[in-house]
């Protein structure tokens, strides 16, 4: 079965397959680095690092990219602001986007930032203006012309016949109801930065920046362009008419929207108290695999709502997780089979490949896995586990984790760093004792715990129960117990 996703531009969901072989050439939105990224940027981000990790699961190459959009209306102001040069002001944003992401497992795509592309952008500008299809204003701006693209609207499903012809807009961002003629480049203002260019000295529109920056890499058609729910107008409404009014040709084949997130049933805002960025999150103690688990665990296109408590669900569903594969590497199973066991991993890996080419069903998913867990924990309590069904329930646990990447218990180190990070950004005063805590316990990761439970087992089998102890001791230090049963040892975090 092919991967069957919605596309914003037909309303409806269609079969997904690349335009040319089987390599996927997919765009998506990435920050304005103006500030910290919060958890409903991240929703989006992780939304297309599923979908990615996804495609190339179902056997497709991928040529993903995002760009960075480090120069606009707000990053100009606040440059300015702050009497730096928009390099400067947005280095120590990109840089934290960056940690941000590999914290919250996203496999970093092809980056381009809009800064490296001014020229091509300029050249971008001069094409259309020869085409009669962008014009510039007496200040040395230049502007789109929607009236020369009748299609205007299409995405968003919006009317614009009745719009008067030349009203215009010069912001990077505006109200959903103006169809204005919108600025591609804009003039210097006294104090701002500005490129000099083939043009004439100024800056590029944000949305601009992407049209062009995506056809450099992906080429005039695309398979896919995705970003939040909030850019398809007029960001990319307006990427689609400069992209298509040049070209002739259709921009993106599937456009790919993430639904807003909420906060405890609120949109999120400064003023409500309910902004969180990521660090915030970590800061007060949380993993960054329970976050990404909840960011995941609501499909795309419905809204997700997120809780404290559901954070703390999200934990315990991670913890689960993560102590099943245990018991499966770590357990002693006597020979032989069980066909039972074996159809299950079987039909689970069926189960959850039919959930995702359902529009990326990831609730359906993880509903699936954790099937299995209880049917096989239930299997394990009555010893019907047999050795050979150890390698096809790994083998399923795997590929879920091939795409929600929680399993890997590297949380401590992660949390960590954040603590690290944390002076440097003013914020010392905010780690919380719970974020302490969970670092100390954290800090040896499974494999550091498990070659240490080994050690011990060595010593016990030489009857060295000193060296035995000692290990233990250390563990116990780091926050793990260890208990010794007749079956084996076991640990557990505290
Ligand atoms: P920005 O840095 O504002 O350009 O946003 C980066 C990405 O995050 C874009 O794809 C936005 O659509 C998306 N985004 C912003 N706010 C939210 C939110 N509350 N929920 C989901 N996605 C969001
Ligand atoms: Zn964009």
Known sequence: ?????????????????????????????????????????????????????????????????????????????????????????????????????????????????????????????????????????????????????????????????GMQDGARVDVDEYDKDSARDFALWKAPKPGEASWDTVIGPGRPGWHLECSVMSMQELGESFDLHAGGEDLIFPHHENEIAQSESLTCKPFAHFWFHARFLLVEGEKMSKRLGNFFTLRDLVLKGHKPSSIRYLLTSVPYRNQLNFTFDGLKQAAVSVERLRNFRLRLTAGNFPAGANLAMQSLAAETVDRMRTALDDDLNTAQAQGAIFEMVRQANAAFDTGSIKQDDVPPLLSALQRFDEIFAVLDDDDGPKMKQVMEWAPTEGREKDISDELREAVRSNQLTDADIESKVAAMKAARASRDFKASDALRAKLADAGIIVEITKDGIRWRRK
């Open 1 to 161: 079965m092919a991967l069957r996703l919605y596309n914003t531009m037909s309303s409806r969901i269609e079969e997904f397959h690349p335009l040319c072989d089987n390599e996927v050439r997919m765009y998506a939105c990435g920050p304005t680095v103006y500030d910290y990224g919060h958890i409903g940027n991240f929703r989006t981000f992780i939304a297309v690092d599923l979908l990615h990790r996804f495609l190339r699961q179902s056997g497709y190459k991928i040529h993903h990219v995002m760009n960075i959009t480090d120069v606009d209306d707000r990053i100009i102001r606040n440059a300015a602001r702050d009497g730096v040069t928009v390099q400067q002001y947005t280095a120590k944003y990109e840089k934290a986007f960056l940690e941000d992401s590999v914290m919250i497992g996203i496999e970093q795509p092809t980056i381009v930032r809009a800064t490296e592309h001014i020229r091509e952008m300029a050249e971008f500008v001069a094409k259309l203006v020869e085409k009669g299809i962008a014009y510039r204003t007496e200040d040395g701006s230049y502007y789109f012309r929607i009236a020369k693209f009748p299609q205007y609207g299409k995405l968003s499903k919006k009317d614009f016949s």
